[in-house]
């Protein structure tokens, strides 16, 4: 096999974390590198984690080290490939190893809680679509049958629902294939680069999304510069390679503003505070951090109080979203159904 095999596609969080575990136990081992991933391939339980392993096995034995081998066979983030070759010379790749698992686990782990936020939300919207449907397109006509009974029509916004119910049965299948053609299309832009970056935009730029947005960044930014600063990497470096790990555009450029200081040689500690990175309370964590040699416990510890408060939000977010959507629903429902039964009421009095 060619030692130029590529894995298209970055690892998901969840197997970087579990692939760093594993490495950064072999290291402590005192294993050589080639027999832990031996090891590991051995156990590998699907074909993306077997092909990686693999050739990065073949890529050691023709003596490459661990960081060139990642580099010919793809499926590492830049940040994380930028960390290994650090360690690499500063000798603490048991230690880089570790921090980067971690950071990688805490990540998936937000990741899995802003999915299972927003799927109740997206279930009620669904919900509420259908039983608007369901009433245009099969209680009004019923309705309209009642009335004729009587001999009436409907009349008003009761017959403009009718109405509304009658072309959408009419043009269900052109009306299928716009929902279906829809579906696929955001599958697509999720796939693709430019829908990749449109929803980033999106999710930046909502209000209802903006300060999540600007908060996971800054999350990940923390747990990045503790991995970086653990590895032996010097603050300067970090800020740079940082920029990969972020994708709020107002974090990015705090952190040009933020190299920009640290170049005209004002310290790390003053120039991190006017940066605006960092939440006020934090601050006096990272002056303690900084002052007795703590500072990666420091950045740990703001990254956590980062990832719970994202997780509030989250929750406070969604629990703002429910009502909202129960009361559009049950005003929708309301009033289409206001709409026939007044009306019908009327009618019955009059018999």
Same mark, same amino acid.
């Given at each position: 096999?060619?030692?130029?095999?590529?894995?298209?596609?970055?690892?998901?969080?969840?197997?970087?974390?579990?692939?760093?575990?594993?490495?950064?136990?072999?290291?402590?081992?005192?294993?050589?590198?080639?027999?832990?991933?031996?090891?590991?391939?051995?156990?590998?339980?699907?074909?993306?984690?077997?092909?990686?392993?693999?050739?990065?096995?073949?890529?050691?034995?023709?003596?490459?080290?661990?960081?060139?081998?990642?580099?010919?066979?793809?499926?590492?983030?830049?940040?994380?490939?930028?960390?290994?070759?650090?360690?690499?010379?500063?000798?603490?790749?048991?230690?880089?190893?570790?921090?980067?698992?971690?950071?990688?686990?805490?990540?998936?782990?937000?990741?899995?809680?802003?999915?299972?936020?927003?799927?109740?939300?997206?279930?009620?919207?669904?919900?509420?679509?259908?039983?608007?449907?369901?009433?245009?397109?099969?209680?009004?006509?019923?309705?309209?049958?009642?009335?004729?009974?009587?001999?009436?029509?409907?009349?008003?916004?009761?017959?403009?629902?009718?109405?509304?119910?009658?072309?959408?049965?009419?043009?269900?299948?052109?009306?299928?294939?716009?929902?279906?053609?829809?579906?696929?299309?955001?599958?697509?832009?999720?796939?693709?680069?430019?829908? $990749?970056?449109?929803?980033?935009?999106?999710?930046?730029?909502?209000?209802?999304?903006?300060?999540?947005?600007?908060?996971?960044?800054?999350?990940?930014?923390?747990?990045?510069?503790?991995?970086?600063?653990?590895?032996?990497?010097?603050?300067?470096?970090?800020?740079?390679?940082?920029?990969?790990?972020?994708?709020?555009?107002?974090?990015k450029s705090r952190l040009t503003g933020l190299?920009?200081?640290?170049?005209?040689?004002?310290?790390?500690? $003053?120039?991190?505070?006017?940066?605006?990175?960092?939440?006020?309370?934090?601050?006096?964590?990272?002056?303690?951090?900084?002052?007795?040699?703590?500072?990666?416990?420091?950045?740990?510890?703001?990254?956590?109080?980062?990832?719970?408060?994202?997780?509030?939000?989250?929750?406070?977010?969604?629990?703002?979203?429910?009502?909202?959507?129960?009361?559009?629903?049950?005003?929708?429902?309301?009033?289409?159904?206001?709409?026939?039964?007044?009306?019908?009421?009327?009618?019955?009095?009059?018999?």
């Amino acid at each position: 096999m060619s030692e130029s095999v590529i894995i298209e596609r970055e690892l998901t969080a969840s197997q970087l974390s579990r692939l760093f575990v594993s490495l950064g136990m072999v290291y402590e081992s005192g294993l050589s590198v080639t027999e832990g991933l031996s090891i590991l391939l051995g156990v590998a339980n699907n074909q993306t984690e077997k092909r990686l392993l693999t050739a990065l096995s073949e890529a050691m034995l023709n003596g490459s080290r661990l960081s060139e081998a990642f580099e010919k066979t793809g499926g590492l983030p830049q940040y994380a490939l930028s960390l290994l070759k650090v360690a690499e010379y500063t000798g603490q790749m048991a230690d880089t190893c570790q921090a980067l698992a971690d950071f990688y686990d805490k990540r998936d782990r937000l990741s899995q809680a802003i999915r299972s936020s927003l799927f109740y939300p997206l279930a009620m919207t669904l919900m509420v679509i259908l039983v608007v449907v369901l009433l245009l397109t099969q209680a009004m006509p019923i309705f309209d049958q009642v009335f004729a009974q009587f001999g009436f029509e409907m009349s008003g916004l009761a017959r403009t629902f009718l109405s509304i119910g009658i072309w959408m049965r009419s043009a269900a299948l052109w009306l299928s294939l716009v929902v279906l053609s829809i579906g696929v299309i955001i599958l697509i832009l999720r796939v693709l680069p430019v829908g $990749k970056r449109f929803f980033h935009w999106l999710f930046e730029h909502s209000p209802l999304t903006s300060d999540l947005s600007f908060r996971l960044s800054a999350q990940r930014l923390m747990l990045g510069m503790a991995a970086m600063l653990k590895s032996g990497m010097a603050p300067q470096s970090a800020i740079e390679l940082a920029q990969d790990l972020v994708d709020d555009s107002r974090v990015k450029s705090r952190l040009t503003g933020l190299s920009q200081q640290l170049s005209t040689g004002t310290s790390f500690q $003053k120039a991190l505070f006017d940066s605006g990175l960092l939440p006020k309370e934090s601050h006096l964590l990272v002056a303690i951090g900084f002052n007795t040699g703590s500072n990666v416990q420091a950045f740990e510890r703001i990254g956590e109080d980062l990832m719970l408060s994202t997780e509030r939000k989250m929750v406070s977010l969604v629990s703002a979203i429910e009502p909202g959507l129960v009361a559009v629903m049950t005003i929708l429902v309301g009033v289409i159904l206001l709409s026939v039964l007044l009306p019908l009421l009327g009618v019955l009095t009059r018999i």
